[in-house]
Nanobody, 128 residues
Framework: VQLQASGGGLVQTGGSLRLSCVFL????????IGWFRQAPGKEREFVGN????????YYGSSVKGRFIISRSNSQSTVYLQMNSLKPEDTAVYSC??????????????????????WGQGTLVTVSS
């Protein structure tokens, strides 16, 4: 299992950016994918997560209404569309995979420790 986030960069306040997370696994549809971020000197923060078909998507309170998570199983990719960006959104953004053996008992999780697979993050900087 390998993950790689990309798409970070420098953007002005109010701007938009779309991050991609390529998740290489034989059974991509068996994984829930989460996005997390960590700003300098701060703890890791939950951004959002998505189930296998995109039916259930949850967001952290600080990004709800501004960020959108989607996925393409055919391309093994999860996207994080970030709109109305603020300087406080500046952070390293990482995607993570959580294996779900049975989707009928799935419960979304915002806890980083529930995600076993992590990729290298991508830096997003929002200038004021």
């Amino acid at each position: 299992v390998q993950l790689q986030a990309s798409g970070g960069g420098l953007v002005q306040t109010g701007g938009s950016l779309r991050l991609s997370c390529v998740f290489l696994a034989r059974t991509f549809h068996e994984y829930a994918i989460g996005w997390f971020r960590q700003a300098p000197g701060k703890e890791r923060e939950f951004v959002g997560n998505i189930n296998w078909n995109g039916e259930y998507v949850y967001y952290g309170s600080s990004v709800k209404g501004r960020f959108i998570i989607s996925r393409s199983n055919s391309q093994s990719t999860v996207y994080l569309q970030m709109n109305s960006l603020k300087p406080e959104d500046t952070a390293v953004y990482s995607c993570a995979g959580r294996y779900i053996p049975d989707w009928t008992i799935y419960r979304a999780s915002a806890r980083a420790e529930d995600y076993a697979y992590w990729g290298q993050g991508t830096l997003v900087t929002v200038s004021s």
